[in-house]
């Protein structure tokens, strides 16, 4: 496959999501064995996948997440997932163009830092947790309470202006 050529096949309406085990005898494949293959068609099958990237060695684990577009490969060798590599990066399937790589162990340094408040490990999931532990033990309100507190200040505050305007106003009278 080059970049003007495209796999043919059917193509299903639903993605699924398929996993087989990442071991074989016992043993754990090896995370440069992988490979992430981005990009890929909304409703393409296993099966299809399967058949596109057996050409370059046995497969061991295929795991499709139908939902971001995006599947693993695991081969039974470095040297299959490398070859697939070679020749699927930046190739197309139907009318996606895929990238092909190496994948990356979990936990990885050269993986791009997690910024959402929802990850483990970045600054913003740190302070959030913070902030549970304050409201936890009282040392701040919980936002409903500051809240009202404010619109009450806030009417507090409209109310003596009020009284103000009406004494200077009997004043000047």
């Known amino acids: 496959l080059r970049a003007s050529e495209s796999v043919p096949g059917p193509v299903s309406s639903t993605a699924t999501q398929q996993h087989t085990s990442p071991r074989i ?23 299809r996948l399967r058949e596109i990237f057996a050409k ?13 577009r995006f599947a693993y490969v695991g081969y039974l060798s470095e040297g299959s997932a490398k070859s697939a590599i070679r020749s699927l990066n930046d190739t197309y399937i139907d009318t996606s163009k895929i990238e092909v790589s190496q994948a990356l162990a979990y936990g990885d340094k050269s ?5 959402s408040r929802h990850s483990a490990g970045s600054s913003a999931h740190d302070e959030h947790l913070k902030k549970l532990a304050e409201l936890k033990s009282g040392e701040i309100k919980p936002k409903e309470a500051a809240k009202k ?21 009997l004043q000047q009278l």
Request: aromatic share 2%; glycine share 4%; net charge positive.
């Open 56 to 68: 370059h060695g046995e497969i061991t684990q295929l795991q499709i997440k139908g939902q971001r």
């Open 25 to 47: 005898s016992g043993h754990a494949i090896a995370a440069m064995s992988r490979v992430i293959v981005k990009n890929l068609p909304r409703d393409v099958k296993e099966s």
């Open 111 to 115: 993986l791009p830092r997690p910024w």
């Open 149 to 169: 507190e404010d619109r009450t200040k806030e009417h507090q505050s409209e109310i003596e202006k009020k009284l103000l305007e009406e004494q200077q106003l």
